[in-house]
């Protein structure tokens, strides 16, 4: 065949300036990569050293066409290049490559655009019934991402991870972080790069969703173990305005006998933004509250944004050493930002997170301003970067222009921080981060979801988005209970809503309480926001929350089992009913329901003032209410009573009679849920 030969292991077609190389990739999966000869090795991605894998790829190269072959997956390459995947066994269609035009462009659009970057496009054939999930976080309130355009690019509440999962059996990574967008229209699908040097992608198959997780943790990273303290309640507000008044809030859940695992200290506890430190004036004895904490058990987690005031301590060398990020045009400034000892916005810059020196000089103002005082968990806050204006196109990053790496920050960022951990001989490692990219989970990255607002129509969109984050290969997910955006306390709208925002987020991989409540002000250092501990919202509020709180802990040994499997094989505790049931046709229509692991079913009630859903229970296993010890035969769509007390769940049968502590067990589950109050 004409163009196409067999190159280290690795099948190769070019046809005049053009290359394209597809290569064995971890079981079952390959890699293309596709540009202008030569091919470059080492821009960077998600896809690190290659995954083992016990199969060695077959290649075929006649005068029909090329083929390589591993495991389950072949690709199939035809005489002008065009790309065909199939299942290895049958043959049967995943992914295909589609022209643009019968004539000009083909399935690859390599555009001028500067230097040695340009514009690209990879086009693929549409599928009708096709569904497609994954891609990140999303505020479209939508699962199936089937007829969605979305921007790649990194924005608050809004999460570019490239991998997506589709009902066709296969899984999918661009493997680029450029600035760009992903299209999934009826008459094609389309990835676009606005400026980088070669396209990129990544492709698996497997006999069902969860195998396509394992290969993509295989190749991106496989996350830690997470540990066993994360899994308890994390206590937050928009600020507690000094140190005494943290401590306070960790005596009254002492005093109320409520469990606390994490406290926050949020923004503007800093002298300045880039200081990295407590501001003395707030916290006077950091040592002595950390001592306070660690008695009562509750571990503190500060907010450390990689935001530099030219007014810090550190701006002036991190300039001179060329640590922050810089611009193509204009003065080195990126964000405005009202800082202590400011009435008006000040411009700040952000720190390199993709300059190794950089992602070290952080860590060490870190470790010497808060983690010698004891500080283990890391609250990553802006890491999308939150520039504005929103033009990543005028910054310049150590690997490469903001428009072919912006998306990579967030990954950068978290790294630096999981090794400076590391070098201090730690292994729980945990970051909360508000944005991420394909690979964060193996740097212990916990996502949550932005700043959203409060309203039952942004919990509807937060259940969506969760599961699509855990289809995007991140287990450990989180949510602003109550959302970020207000909340009156004493609203009965919000009480009812906090209460409901409860019983989904005690369910949820991480459990946390956060949000800016009413009264609100300004932005700026002053700002502290209304109450938001547990006893805030009512006495009534305050004992439905209380019973969640309980129900959380005996959840925990459950969840820690689910976090060993994502921790082992990538499979994500929260996720669709069709990643377990992916036989039965009606779980893949469920967008409003989830799994804990294997053995518990959620409904989450999103409505004001419902008091009864639908719940569909997938075919193949009967199933248990968790309230009532009812059993309801699979493949059923059941009306329940969902009163304010509870939230519709149910357990699948058999899985009470498990020993605590078995393998994806619900052990004493049954047992222990308020069924029978």
Known sequence: MHGARENAGALEWSSGQEAVRIEPWGADSLRVRAGFA??????????????????????????????????????????????????????????????????????RLYAPSSGRSRRLEQCFRAYGGERIYGLGQHTHGRLDQ????????????????????????????????????????????RWVADSARQIDYWVTTGSAPDELLEHYAAATGRPPMLPEWAAGF????????????????????????????????????????????????????????????????VRLMVSVWPSVNPLSENFDRMRQEGLLVETEAGVPYHAPWRDKGFDVE????????????????????????????????????????????????????????GQEVFNLYPLRHVRGFHDGMRAEGETEIVSLCRSAWAGSQHYGAALWSGDIDATFESLRGQLRAGLNVALSGIPWWTTDIGGFHGGDPESEYFRELVVRW???????????????????????????????????????????????LLLRERLRPYLMEQM?????????????????FPADEGAWEV??????????????????????????????????????????????????????????????EGATGREAGSPGGVGLLFDVLPHNR
Request: net charge negative; glycine share 10%.
């Open 38 to 107: 030569p091919l470059l090795d080492d821009l960077p991605g998600a896809l690190g050293e290659r995954p083992a894998s016990a199969d060695a790829p077959v290649i075929d190269v006649d005068d029909s066409g090329a083929r390589i072959t591993h495991g389950e997956l072949t690709a199939e390459v035809d005489s002008e290049g065009m790309l065909r995947f199939v299942r290895s066994t049958g043959g049967a269609e995943l992914l295909a490559e589609q022209p643009a035009h019968f004539w000009w462009p083909g399935p």
């Open 502 to 548: 409860f019983q989904y987020g005690v369910f949820c991989p991480l459990f946390r309480l956060h949000g800016n409540r009413d009264p609100r002000t300004e932005l700026g250092p002053e700002m502290t926001g209304g109450p938001n501990e547990v006893w805030s919202f009512g006495a009534a509020a305050y004992e439905r929350i209380r019973e969640m």
């Open 234 to 297: 994390w206590q937050s507000k928009l600020r507690y305005r000094s140190q005494e008044e943290l401590l306070e809030v960790v005596r009254e859940y002492r005093r109320r006998e409520l469990p606390l695992s994490v406290i926050v200290s949020d923004f503007f506890h800093w002298t300045h933004l880039g200081d990295w430190r407590f501001d003395p004036a707030e916290y006077p004895d950091p040592a002595a509250m950390m001592r306070e904490l660690d008695e009562a058990g």
């Open 591 to 652: 967008d409003d329901e989830f799994l804990l692991g294997p053995d518990v079913l959620v409904a989450p009630v999103t409505e004001y003032g419902s008091r009864q859903r639908s719940v569909y229970l997938p075919a193949g296993t009967g199933w248990v209410g968790a309230w009532d010890g009812s059993t309801v035969a699979g493949g059923t769509t059941v009306t329940v009573d969902a009163p304010l007390e509870t939230v519709p769940v149910f357990l699948r």
């Open 564 to 580: 060993r499997l994502a921790h082992e094989r990538g499979l994500p505790p929260m996720r669709p009913l069709f990643v377990d």
């Open 346 to 401: 000040m411009p700040v810059a952000f720190y390199d997170a993709t300059n190794p020196r950089a992602r070290r000089y952080v860590w060490d103002r870190v470790r010497e301003n808060y983690y010698d005082l004891g500080v283990r968990v890391w609250w990553l806050d802006a890491c999308e970067p939150e520039i504005r204006p929103g033009t990543p196109e005028n910054l310049r990053f150590a690997e490469g222009p």
């Open 146 to 189: 089937k007829g969605t355009v979305l921007d790649l690019v990194q924005r608050n509440a809004e999460v570019s991870v490239p991998f997506l999962v589709s009902s066709r059996g296969y899984g999918f990574l661009w493997n680029n972080p450029a600035v760009g967008r992903a299209e999934f229209a009826h008459n094609g699908t």
